[in-house]
């Protein structure tokens, strides 16, 4: 099966900040992505706004031709700008205000009731809702319970632990996600993936829909340029 690339923009939008300008010009970044064979844009819009910021979203909605997804963590704020903006996927993750990067995924059983409540309203208005988890089956079957669509796998410990062991570093991904599949529960993955560790990610990762790639691929197109990274990546997934 094909697995959509979706590329995170943020690092482009990190890069904008840093000069005051519009230079790099996101929105032209987005199009130009889909153009080069991206088949989704991720933004993590943050309380801080060091990357994409809140008024960045409804332009990007209103461009973004294959599909948009927003994460970041639900606070009142962030869920006011999904409701508005309805990308066709929001991803729910647990990040600290000030954190550098997400690190971890939810609790789905103590986060039960809080996590059924922003699911339903981001569904009610037609919004495809994933929710970043780590691989443990309790964490997959509470997802389940909250009636996610999708899960997100947080890959960040997948990625370190490549370097020394793939096969260990793969396995509990392949049983969460084999479970995900029987269960019914639509599989994402995302955090620190890059050249070297994707295709072993979705090679044993069965029926990965997407993956969300942002650090990495912004690095390599550097070296690269952003065309013929994002064919690079495309070539891994299918
Ligand atoms: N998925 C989630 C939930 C994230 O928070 C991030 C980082 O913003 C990513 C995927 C992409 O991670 P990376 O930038 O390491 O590719």
């Known amino acids: 099966m094909n697995t959509k690339l979706s590329v995170n923009i943020n690092k482009v939008a990190l890069i904008r900040n840093s000069r005051g300008g519009n230079l790099p010009d996101i929105i032209q970044v987005a199009k130009d992505c889909e153009t080069f064979g991206a088949q989704g844009i991720t933004v993590h819009p943050r309380p801080d706004e060091r990357h994409i910021r809140y008024a960045d979203v409804p332009t990007l909605k209103k461009i973004v031709t294959t599909e948009f997804n927003i994460e970041g963590n639900p606070t009142p704020d962030f869920l006011k700008l999904v409701l508005d903006a309805r990308p066709h996927q929001c991803t729910l993750v647990p990040d600290a205000p000030g954190a550098l990067t997400s690190d971890q995924g939810w609790d789905t059983i103590k986060h039960k009731d809080f996590l059924t409540d922003i699911i339903s ?6 919004i495809r809702v994933s ?20 899960i997100e796998f947080y890959t960040g410990h997948y990625a370190h632990e490549f370097l020394s062991n793939p096969a260990k570093a793969v396995e509990a991904h392949a049983r969460c996600a084999k479970l995900a599949n029987e269960i019914g529960i639509g599989i994402n993955a995302g955090h ?8 072993y990610y979705k090679d044993h990762v069965p029926d990965l829909l997407e993956v969300s790639i942002g650090h990495a691929l912004i ?6 340029g952003l065309q013929n990274t994002i064919q690079l990546y495309l070539r891994q997934l299918n």
């Open 121 to 126: 309203q981001l569904q009610e208005v037609g």
């Open 131 to 150: 929710i970043f988890v780590d691989a443990a089956e309790r964490f997959v079957e509470g997802a389940k319970k909250v009636n996610a669509d999708r």
């Open 192 to 199: 620190d993936l890059n050249l070297q560790n994707l295709k």
């Open 219 to 224: 690095c390599d197109a550097l070296y690269y």
